[in-house]
T-cell receptor, first 116, second 111 residues
Framework: EAGVTQSPTHLIKTRGQQATLRCSPISGHTSVYWYQQALGLGLQFLLW???????NRGNFPPRFSGRQFPNYSSELNVNALELEDSALYLCASSYHLGRPSTDTQYFGPGTRLTVL | RKEVEQDPGPFNVPEGATVAFNCTYS??????FFWYRQDCRKEPKLLMS???SGNEDGRFTAQLNRASQYISLLIRDSKLSDSATYLCVVNPTGGGNKLTFGTGTQLKVEL
């Protein structure tokens, strides 16, 4: 079974530009989560989508946004990039059945975003 | 106080040693708990879920103490391949929601 996939692997942008990151969940998973891991910091929750709807949002400014498509894949958009947005962006997917045993999150390999 | 706190390490241990990691969490309403493993510049991979009764998977044993809001991971007979960062992870509400990660404990297993 294929795992969570993300593209691109690496992305280099300059300040003020926009970045779009993509994620395809494990087949059968309806929930997609986005996390940011800045150098030396722990993973910080960004967004959770399930069945096409945004379900929860972390403490990030509105220029971080996303969407989930009917096939459950997802995009994360970061507008007006700032230097401190440089980080590894990880996508995870899970079922959403309301039980920890079934809703375990599995992570993709990440997109490393560098803002110059 | 951080929501999830871990000793960052590094823990340098010889092959074959037993090593224990601890983690505390601040939200007493937290309902599910996990240990993930992260290799350098890679994604986190689920190591094991942590249940109230404690659980074991081969050389790995996880314990949860809800009263003390404390989670532990014990690794017996350490292998070189166990070298990684171990992330303590808490889901405050249980099931399909945001995970709160500790900053991780680095383990280096040496010959």
């Amino acid at each position: 079974e294929a795992g969570v996939t993300q593209s691109p692997t690496h992305l280099i942008k300059t300040r003020g530009q926009q970045a779009t990151l993509r994620c395809s969940p494990i087949s059968g998973h309806t929930s997609v989560y986005w996390y940011q891991q800045a150098l030396g910091l722990g993973l910080q929750f960004l967004l959770w989508y399930d069945e096409g709807e945004e379900r929860n949002r972390g403490n990030f400014p509105p220029r971080f946004s996303g969407r989930q498509f009917p096939n459950y894949s997802s995009e994360l958009n970061v507008n007006a990039l700032e230097l401190e947005d440089s980080a590894l962006y990880l996508c995870a997917s899970s079922y959403h059945l309301g039980r920890p045993s079934t809703d375990t999150q599995y992570f993709g390999p990440g997109t490393r975003l560098t803002v110059l | 106080r951080k929501e999830v706190e871990q000793d960052p390490g590094p823990f340098n241990v010889p092959e074959g040693a037993t090593v224990a990691f601890n983690c505390t969490y601040s939200n007493s309403a937290s309902q599910s708990f996990f240990w993930y493993r992260q290799d350098c510049r890679k994604e986190p991979k689920l190591l094991m879920s942590v249940y109230s009764s404690g659980n074991e998977d081969g050389r790995f044993t996880a314990q949860l103490n809800r009263a003390s809001q404390y989670i532990s991971l014990l690794i017996r007979d350490s292998k070189l391949s166990d070298s990684a960062t171990y992330l303590c992870v808490v889901n405050p509400t249980g099931g399909g929601n945001k995970l709160t990660f500790g900053t991780g404990t680095q383990l280096k297993v040496e010959l």
